[in-house]
């Protein structure tokens, strides 16, 4: 059987937008039959949230499109996720630099921004601060079903 590809998200928190791309590609990969063969996760580049659960307001955001946020707690990035994971995703350009820092990983092909995928080439704004959970809820589902196909068609899945 083929290894399983490893996908993480990564914010500066881990309770706002990265959570919520955990949550919203793992039902997608479960929507197409692929639970099996793609495992999810996300963290923060901080140290702020470790064990916490998400932000209610993303909570209450995947709340409403029937997505579950069951079981998810914060963690940091640590070193060994350079090996464990085949993409690292990063919510905004601060982000990939502090996880190329953590990762002490200057410039790898698997550490990428999520919109870079799309034609709008922004950072996920952060709801921490603009309060704005559906515009990120938006621009999340956007990144991550391209995420999707890009990752079907490199493992042929
Ligand atoms: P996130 O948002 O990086 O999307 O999880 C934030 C969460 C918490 C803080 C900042 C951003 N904070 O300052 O505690």
């Avoid at 881990?14 to 039902?27: G, K, L, T």
């Avoid at 499109?65 to 963690?75: P, V």
């Avoid at 601060?94 to 995928?117: C, E």
Wanted: glycine residues 8%.
């Amino acid at each position: 059987m083929q290894k399983k590809v490893h996908v993480l998200f990564v914010c500066l928190g881990n309770i706002c937008r990265s959570p919520m791309a955990e949550a919203v590609f793992r039902h997608m990969v479960m929507e197409e039959g692929l639970d099996g063969a793609i495992s999810v996760d996300s963290a923060a580049t901080s140290s702020w949230h470790i064990g916490e659960p998400p932000h209610k307001g993303t909570v209450a955001k995947l709340k409403e499109y029937g997505i579950s946020t069951e079981g998810m707690a914060g963690r940091q990035v640590s070193r060994t996720d350079f090996d464990q994971f085949d993409y690292i995703i990063g919510m905004d350009t601060s982000n990939i630099r502090n996880v190329r820092d953590l990762l002490g990983q200057p410039d790898h092909p698997k550490i990428f921004r999520l919109l870079d995928l799309t034609e709008r080439s922004m950072d996920v704004p952060d709801p921490y601060f603009t309060g704005d959970f559906q515009e990120t809820y938006d621009l999340v589902i956007e990144g991550c079903r391209i995420l999707l196909d890009k990752i079907r068609m490199e493992h042929s899945i």
